[in-house]
C-alpha cells in the first residue's frame, strides 16, 4: 500500500556535534572557547531544508548520552521529523567534529597525524562512532515511503552495519517509488582502500535519480572504471546512461553544471565572497538546490539558490546555523542573478 507522500525530503547518515570556534586565524592552541551545533553533511542538509521550508525528517543513529540527547532535542526544535532517529545503546561515542580556522581556504583539510609536523584544520572524531552502527532492522520503513525524496550520505555506505542500512534504504525507497538522491560525500577515513570506494560509489550512484558531488569526488567514484577522466559531461554521461535523471557536478569558483537526462546541460556560477571558511558550503548547496527541486522551481532556479545559499555560509564560522531562510537566500540570489549566469 502507498502511503501519502508527507514528508519532501529525507537525509540518511550522521549527525554529529560540531565544536567551532569562535575566532579567526589562529590554532587550536590559541581558540578560548568553541560553538556548539549538529554537525555531519546529511544533519547539515536536512537542518537547512527545514530552514528553508520544506517538510523534512532523519534517519541515522547517535549516542545514547547528552550528544545523543542534544541532537534528538534540537531536530524537534527545528521541526525535523525525528521518527527515524535511533539511539544507540552499546555505549559508543558519537561522531565529533572541532574546527579551527588558520586560513579560510585551509579550514576545510582533515588535521593528520601521518606526519611528523603538526597538522591544522577540522579535527574529526568517527572511529566505531554510533552512526555508523546503525543496522538495516533500524530502518524506519513508513518514514521512507512518506517521502518524496530520500538524500544518503556516501559516507555511510564505508563500513557495515551502515552499509547495510544504506542500501535498505534505497531498497525501501525503490519499493514506495521514493527518489533517491546520493550526496558523494567522499572522506578517506573508514573505507579499506579507494578501490573499494570507488566501486561502491558506482553502485549505489547507478541506483540514484539524482547525484551530487565535486569533481574531486567525482574522480574517486570514477577511479576503478575511469581513472584518466576529468571531463564532467563524460562523468555524467555515465551515470545518466544507468538511469539517474540529474547530475550536479560542483566545480569550486568555476559554478556548477547540472546534467539531465534529456541532454540538457545547465550552469551556475558562484558569487564572489569573502570567504571565512569553506567547510559547510557543500551542504548549504545541497539544501537550496533541493528546496528549488522539491517545491517544482526550475533547475535553474534551484541551482542559483543552492550557490546563494553556499555564499552565505562561506562568510560565516559555522555550518547548518550559518544556512539562510529562504527569505535571506531568495534576496542574495537576486541581489547577484548577473554573477549566478555563468
Same mark, same amino acid.
Given at each position: 500500500?502507498?502511503?501519502?507522500?508527507?514528508?519532501?525530503?529525507?537525509?540518511?547518515?550522521?549527525?554529529?556535534?560540531?565544536?567551532?570556534?569562535?575566532?579567526?586565524?589562529?590554532?587550536?592552541?590559541?581558540?578560548?572557547?568553541?560553538?556548539?551545533?549538529?554537525?555531519?553533511?546529511?544533519?547539515?542538509?536536512?537542518?537547512?531544508?527545514?530552514?528553508?521550508?520544506?517538510?523534512?525528517?532523519?534517519?541515522?543513529?547517535?549516542?545514547?548520552?547528552?550528544?545523543?540527547?542534544?541532537?534528538?532535542?534540537?531536530?524537534?526544535?527545528?521541526?525535523?521529523?525525528?521518527?527515524?532517529?535511533?539511539?544507540?545503546?552499546?555505549?559508543?561515542?558519537?561522531?565529533?567534529?572541532?574546527?579551527?580556522?588558520?586560513?579560510?581556504?585551509?579550514?576545510?583539510?582533515?588535521?593528520?597525524?601521518?606526519?611528523?609536523?603538526?597538522?591544522?584544520?577540522?579535527?574529526?572524531?568517527?572511529?566505531?562512532?554510533?552512526?555508523?552502527?546503525?543496522?538495516?532492522?533500524?530502518?524506519?520503513?513508513?518514514?521512507?515511503?512518506?517521502?518524496?525524496?530520500?538524500?544518503?550520505?556516501?559516507?555511510?555506505?564505508?563500513?557495515?552495519?551502515?552499509?547495510?542500512?544504506?542500501?535498505?534504504?534505497?531498497?525501501?525507497?525503490?519499493?514506495?517509488?521514493?527518489?533517491?538522491?546520493?550526496?558523494?560525500?567522499?572522506?578517506?577515513?573508514?573505507?579499506?582502500?579507494?578501490?573499494?570506494?570507488?566501486?561502491?560509489?558506482?553502485?549505489?550512484?547507478?541506483?540514484?535519480?539524482?547525484?551530487?558531488?565535486?569533481?574531486?569526488?567525482?574522480?574517486?567514484?570514477?577511479?576503478?572504471?575511469?581513472?584518466?577522466? /576529468? !571531463?564532467? *559531461? $563524460?562523468?555524467?554521461? @555515465?551515470? =545518466? &546512461?544507468? +538511469?539517474?535523471? #540529474?547530475?550536479?557536478? /560542483? !566545480?569550486? *569558483? $568555476?559554478?556548477?553544471? @547540472?546534467? =539531465? &537526462?534529456? +541532454?540538457?546541460? #545547465?550552469?551556475?556560477?558562484?558569487?564572489?565572497?569573502?570567504?571565512?571558511?569553506?567547510?559547510?558550503?557543500?551542504?548549504?548547496?545541497?539544501?537550496?538546490?533541493?528546496?528549488?527541486?522539491?517545491?517544482?522551481?526550475?533547475?535553474?532556479?534551484?541551482?542559483?539558490?543552492?550557490?546563494?545559499?553556499?555564499?552565505?555560509?562561506?562568510?560565516?564560522?559555522?555550518?547548518?546555523?550559518?544556512?539562510?531562510?529562504?527569505?535571506?537566500?531568495?534576496?542574495?540570489?537576486?541581489?547577484?542573478?548577473?554573477?549566478?549566469?555563468?
Amino acid at each position: 500500500m502507498q502511503l501519502e507522500k508527507t514528508i519532501d525530503i529525507v537525509t540518511v547518515g550522521r549527525a554529529g556535534i560540531d565544536f567551532n570556534t569562535t575566532i579567526l586565524n589562529a590554532t587550536f592552541e590559541n581558540v578560548p572557547t568553541f560553538k556548539k551545533s549538529i554537525g555531519g553533511s546529511p544533519a547539515n542538509i536536512i537542518q537547512g531544508t527545514a530552514k528553508l521550508g520544506l517538510k523534512s525528517g532523519f534517519i541515522g543513529k547517535v549516542s545514547g548520552d547528552g550528544m545523543g540527547e542534544y541532537i534528538l532535542n534540537e531536530f524537534k526544535k527545528q521541526n525535523i521529523d525525528v521518527s527515524g532517529l535511533c539511539i544507540d545503546k552499546t555505549g559508543a561515542k558519537n561522531c565529533l567534529a572541532i574546527t579551527e580556522i588558520v586560513t579560510a581556504h585551509g579550514s576545510g583539510t582533515y588535521a593528520s597525524d601521518n606526519s611528523s609536523e603538526f597538522h591544522h584544520g577540522t579535527y574529526l572524531y568517527r572511529e566505531k562512532t554510533a552512526d555508523m552502527l546503525i543496522t538495516p532492522e533500524d530502518i524506519n520503513e513508513d518514514l521512507i515511503a512518506k517521502s518524496k525524496t530520500v538524500l544518503l550520505s556516501g559516507t555511510a555506505f564505508s563500513a557495515n552495519p551502515s552499509r547495510d542500512a544504506m542500501f535498505k534504504v534505497m531498497e525501501y525507497a525503490k519499493k514506495y517509488n521514493t527518489k533517491i538522491v546520493i550526496d558523494i560525500d567522499y572522506r578517506p577515513f573508514g573505507w579499506t582502500s579507494l578501490e573499494e570506494a570507488s566501486e561502491c560509489y558506482q553502485k549505489i550512484c547507478n541506483m540514484a535519480d539524482i547525484v551530487l558531488g565535486n569533481r574531486e569526488e567525482f574522480d574517486v567514484v570514477e577511479h576503478t572504471s575511469m581513472p584518466e577522466n /576529468k !571531463d564532467n *559531461a $563524460k562523468s555524467a554521461e @555515465a551515470l =545518466l &546512461k544507468m +538511469g539517474a535523471e #540529474i547530475v550536479i557536478v /560542483k !566545480d569550486g *569558483a $568555476k559554478g556548477s553544471d @547540472a546534467y =539531465l &537526462k534529456d +541532454g540538457k546541460i #545547465i550552469s551556475c556560477g558562484v558569487i564572489k565572497t569573502d570567504i571565512v571558511k569553506t567547510f559547510g558550503s557543500g551542504d548549504a548547496y545541497a539544501a537550496g538546490f533541493m528546496y528549488g527541486y522539491l517545491t517544482g522551481k526550475p533547475i535553474e532556479y534551484s541551482m542559483q539558490l543552492g550557490s546563494a545559499c553556499a555564499s552565505i555560509v562561506l562568510t560565516k564560522i559555522d555550518c547548518a546555523p550559518a544556512i539562510p531562510t529562504l527569505k535571506a537566500a531568495e534576496e542574495h540570489r537576486k541581489n547577484h542573478e548577473k554573477e549566478l549566469l555563468k
